[in-house]
């Protein structure tokens, strides 16, 4: 059986992409809370940081605002083989 590594997460995958997309966390923040998700700018933060899971909601609307593919938050995980 495959699984993941449980200490990988993809912050720092969605902050590859806000810096790469060129904005501030605060802009980000600005565009999920104009899209209805109620989030702040620290919590925003311990999401690139793995310090706070992700909702599939927010990923959603990260996906749009960065106009990227969902492959892109899990490029560099790594699956390992159970032995």
């Known amino acids: ?3 993941i590594r ?3 997460g993809i912050g720092h995958n969605i902050r590859g992409l806000r810096v790469r997309s060129g904005m501030t966390q605060e802009q980000v923040v600005a565009k999920l809370q104009l899209a209805g998700l109620p989030i ?3 919590s925003y933060a311990k999401i690139e940081t793995n310090l706070l899971n992700i ?3 927010e990923l959603v609307c ?3 605002i960065f106009n990227c593919r969902f492959d892109d ?3 560099g995980l790594e699956i390992e083989e159970e032995q």
Do not use: G, I, T, Y
């Open 1 to 3: 059986m495959q699984k």
């Open 6 to 8: 449980p200490d990988l």
């Open 40 to 42: 702040s700018r620290s």
């Open 55 to 57: 909702r599939v909601s």
């Open 62 to 64: 990260l996906k749009n």
């Open 73 to 75: 938050f899990f490029e």
